[in-house]
């Protein structure tokens, strides 16, 4: 238990469908992320929320919407997909201005199929 | 700007063996490093971090790595690996801020019984 908890676990989705991915952390951290990890590849940060301002990763399709309704929630909105999105998406968080050098907590994440 | 490069994609090491996992980083600024552990089905989790003081990092499970500045290498090592530490194994660098975490592109680590 790592104090990030990620629902769901597994979505399976067609180009149509529109769904919604949700993180909450417990920790009590003031920022939170979305993370999308590929096949050989990078992490790739897509959007990060905290409660000075929120940071958008330019090369983030407007298919993808995140929500921020507060410090402990977070939602990625899905809607148009392509299969090429298909991924592990990770929530994250962190607790920043505590000279912890951005210590980011991971949830267990939800892998998407986009069919 | 900020890089991370680790060199081997896959280490496969028999149990008890000692391993070595390679991370280089390039930043124009001072750095803070990460390793973080990945086991199958799960997110990441912390492992050890470098943020400043001593260059020989301890972290959880018996591993440790080694900050060299003048190598810009941050590797992660084990004296005696177990069948539990199979994972995936990402290094990450920050320089200060959220948005300025850069992780590497990961290295499978499999331990043959």
Redesign the interface.
């Known amino acids: 238990e790592t104090g990030v908890t990620q629902t769901p676990r597994h979505l399976v989705m067609g180009m149509t469908n529109k769904k919604s991915l949700k993180c909450e952390q417990h920790l009590g951290h003031n920022a939170m992320y979305w993370y999308k990890q590929s096949a050989k590849k990078p992490l790739e940060l897509m959007f990060v929320y905290s409660l000075e301002e929120r940071v958008e990763n330019n090369s983030v399709p407007s298919r993808f919407s995140p929500e921020c309704p507060n410090s402990s929630h977070l939602f990625l909105h899905l809607h148009t997909l392509q299969p090429e999105d298909s991924a592990l998406y990770l929530c994250a968080s962190s607790l920043q201005g505590k000279g912890e050098g951005e210590k980011l907590f991971f949830g267990s994440g939800t892998q998407l199929s986009v069919l | 700007a900020q890089s991370?490069t680790q060199l081997d994609?896959q280490v496969p090491v028999f149990e008890e063996a000692p391993v070595e996992l390679r991370c280089n980083y390039s930043s124009s600024v001072s750095v803070?490093l990460?390793w973080?552990v990945q086991y199958p089905?799960?997110?990441?989790?912390?492992l050890l971090?470098y943020?400043s003081g001593s260059t020989l990092v301890k972290g959880i499970n018996g591993f440790e790595a080694e900050f060299n500045k003048s190598q810009t290498s941050f590797h992660l090592r084990k004296p005696s690996v177990h069948i539990s530490d199979t994972a995936e194994y990402?290094c990450a660098v920050?320089g200060?801020?959220?948005?300025?975490?850069?992780?590497?592109?990961?290295t499978k680590l499999q331990v043959i019984p």
């Open positions: 991370v994609s803070y990460f973080y089905n799960q997110g990441l989790q912390l971090k943020l990402f920050s200060g801020g959220y948005q300025k975490v850069t992780f590497g592109i990961g």
